[in-house]
């Protein structure tokens, strides 16, 4: 029975770490990761996405779409911090998983990647639409795929232009690294339409000008659906809540033949010896499994200006310093997140004050300003959005009161030429009365 113990806190002791890292909310990088399969086959077809993953510090769990033993969480807690969907034909989920528990696994802040394909189900479809894009399988043809006469890849099949190569990126550095992808995305696969009141939704890949999504296999009767660069082949969604999600009408573009193949774009003279897919993919899962573009604000403090210790409350027209540190998750540690857009209000049912915050190139932002002559409950607000970045919004909250019957001043200088009035008109009935008095 002794024995037993010493193993099992033994055991304990090992986990813990790990434990403490998934659980822990000073590293918001995604540890646990489920991937949902149609085949088995796709985890070697696609591994060496998955090897960029663990040499990163995921733990990938496999699972089959429609194993009756999955579930996302038990007891109330959620068994995994992302969700990956390589399972395009899967016709419903198995276990407690259905696309109710996917939206709820997002809305509770966790993050998603769905990858599609041609004849995609109308599960993944609806998964899709939640997210906000507008699958073209929806309504229409579903053998139709993204074609390109014009932007197609001769590396592979000569004449496949279905076979696209894409380098229309997102021009945004939080997103896809600063590095620059040079080589052309190899693409196969379904286009997609974004929500046009969706804000939240991002085209990361699109498609050329001169594509246009179609059977292949068939002639053109009517016009296509989708055309041009409203195609996009790879979008992303960022949430209110900072979930983010990742859309790719391909799931060949994750795949090892197209990681590792050369790709010519027909029409140029330049031949890359390798895809951009890898450098492109790896990128833009950093960002996803918020190892790139995620920020907190931590010791938010206020005080008046030449004090240290922060008020229950402010006097009007009271001169005041306030101050912020902000943090970038640069996926091992937290470093200064410096920009020159942050911006404080001073907020009672509208602004009365809005000052963008200097800093010093370490983290901290401040400012000071004069407390406004109104009277009443205030509140300090940053509310900062940027494109790639998670969203932050602070709120403190602090009553501001007026002068007291004693703390105003006695003499008022603006009055002064009515004191003067009064007592000018004090002396001339003085010198009236007595000239009146005692003349002759």
Same mark, same amino acid.
């Given at each position: 029975?002794?024995?037993?113990?010493?193993?099992?806190?033994?055991?304990?002791?090992?986990?813990?770490?790990?434990?403490?890292?998934?659980?822990?909310?000073?590293?918001?990088?995604?540890?646990?990761?489920?991937?949902?399969?149609?085949?088995?086959?796709?985890?070697?077809?696609?591994?060496?996405?998955?090897?960029?993953?663990?040499?990163?510090?995921?733990?990938?769990?496999?699972?089959?779409?429609?194993?009756?033993?999955?579930?996302?969480?038990?007891?109330?807690?959620?068994?995994?911090?992302?969700?990956?969907?390589?399972?395009?034909?899967?016709?419903?989920?198995?276990?407690?998983?259905?696309?109710?528990?996917?939206?709820?696994?997002?809305?509770?802040?966790?993050?998603?990647?769905?990858?599609?394909?041609?004849?995609?189900?109308?599960?993944?479809?609806?998964?899709?639409?939640?997210?906000?894009?507008?699958?073209?399988?929806?309504?229409?043809?579903?053998?139709?795929?993204?074609?390109?006469?014009?932007?197609?890849?001769?590396?592979?099949?000569?004449?496949?232009?279905?076979?696209?190569?894409?380098?229309?990126?997102?021009?945004?550095?939080?997103?896809?690294?600063?590095?620059?992808?040079?080589?052309?995305?190899?693409?196969?696969?379904?286009?997609? *339409?974004?929500?046009?009141?969706? +804000?939240? &939704?991002? /085209? @990361?890949? $699109?498609?050329?000008?001169?594509?246009? #999504?179609? =059977?292949?296999?068939?002639?053109?009767?009517?016009?296509?659906?989708?055309?041009?660069?409203?195609?996009?082949?790879?979008?992303?969604?960022?949430?209110?809540?900072?979930?983010?999600?990742?859309?790719?009408?391909?799931?060949?573009?994750? *795949?090892?033949?197209?990681?590792? +193949?050369? &790709?010519? /774009? @027909?029409? $140029?003279?330049?031949?890359?010896?390798? #895809?951009? =897919?890898?450098?492109?993919?790896?990128?833009?899962?950093?960002?996803?499994?918020?190892?790139?573009?995620?920020?907190?604000?931590?010791?938010?403090?206020?005080?008046?200006?030449?004090?240290?210790?922060?008020?229950?409350?402010?006097?009007?027209?009271?001169?005041?310093?306030? +101050?912020?540190?902000?943090?970038?998750? $640069?996926?091992?540690?937290?470093?200064?997140?410096?920009?020159?857009?942050?911006?404080?209000?001073?907020?009672?049912?509208?602004?009365?004050?809005?000052?963008?915050?200097?800093?010093?190139?370490?983290?901290?932002?401040?400012?000071?300003?004069?407390?406004?002559?109104?009277?009443?409950?205030?509140?300090?607000?940053?509310?900062?959005?940027?494109?790639?970045?998670?969203?932050?919004?602070?709120?403190?909250?602090?009553?501001?009161?007026?002068?007291?019957?004693?703390?105003?001043?006695?003499?008022?200088?603006?009055?002064?030429?009515?004191?003067?009035?009064?007592?000018?008109?004090?002396?001339?009935?003085?010198?009236?009365?007595?000239?009146?008095?005692?003349?002759?």
């Amino acid at each position: 029975m002794r024995k037993f113990w010493v193993i099992f806190v033994a055991s304990i002791v090992t986990l813990l770490p790990f434990l403490s890292n998934s659980l822990s909310p000073e590293i918001p990088t995604d540890l646990r990761v489920l991937v949902l399969l149609d085949d088995f086959a796709i985890k070697s077809s696609h591994c060496s996405y998955f090897n960029s993953l663990r040499s990163r510090g995921f733990d990938l769990d496999f699972k089959l779409a429609d194993d009756p033993k999955i579930s996302l969480q038990r007891y109330g807690q959620y068994l995994y911090d992302a969700l990956i969907l390589f399972c395009p034909a899967a016709e419903r989920f198995g276990g407690s998983i259905d696309v109710a528990a996917i939206v709820n696994f997002i809305d509770s802040g966790h993050d998603l990647i769905i990858a599609a394909d041609v004849n995609t189900s109308d599960l993944i479809r609806e998964v899709a639409t939640e997210c906000g894009v507008f699958s073209d399988l929806m309504i229409h043809d579903p053998s139709a795929m993204v074609i390109d006469h014009t932007g197609y890849a001769v590396s592979e099949t000569e004449g496949d232009h279905t076979l696209i190569a894409s380098d229309d990126f997102i021009k945004s550095d939080v997103i896809l690294g600063s590095k620059k992808i040079t080589a052309p995305v190899l693409f196969q696969g379904i286009g997609h *339409s974004l929500n046009p009141v969706n +804000s939240l &939704v991002l /085209k @990361v890949l $699109s498609a050329s000008p001169s594509a246009y #999504s179609a =059977n292949p296999k068939s002639k053109l009767s009517t016009p296509p659906s989708l055309m041009g660069s409203a195609i996009s082949l790879v979008s992303v969604v960022q949430a209110r809540n900072n979930a983010r999600i990742l859309i790719s009408g391909s799931l060949s573009i994750f *795949s090892n033949r197209f990681l590792r +193949s050369g &790709v010519q /774009k @027909v029409g $140029s003279t330049t031949k890359n010896k390798k #895809s951009g =897919n890898e450098q492109f993919l790896t990128e833009l899962s950093k960002w996803v499994f918020h190892e790139r573009g995620h920020l907190k604000a931590v010791d938010v403090k206020h005080h008046k200006v030449g004090e240290t210790d922060e008020p229950a409350l402010y006097r009007i027209n009271d001169d005041l310093m306030f +101050s912020v540190e902000i943090y970038e998750w $640069s996926g091992s540690s937290w470093e200064p997140y410096v920009s020159d857009d942050v911006q404080v209000q001073f907020y009672m049912m509208s602004p009365y004050i809005l000052k963008t915050l200097s800093n010093n190139k370490k983290g901290l932002y401040y400012t000071s300003f004069k407390v406004p002559d109104v009277y009443g409950v205030f509140q300090f607000k940053v509310e900062y959005q940027k494109l790639g970045y998670t969203s932050l919004s602070l709120a403190k909250q602090i009553p501001v009161r007026p002068y007291r019957h004693n703390e105003y001043e006695r003499f008022i200088p603006t009055a002064y030429p009515y004191y003067g009035a009064a007592f000018s008109t004090m002396a001339g009935f003085f010198i009236f009365s007595f000239v009146h008095l005692y003349s002759k």
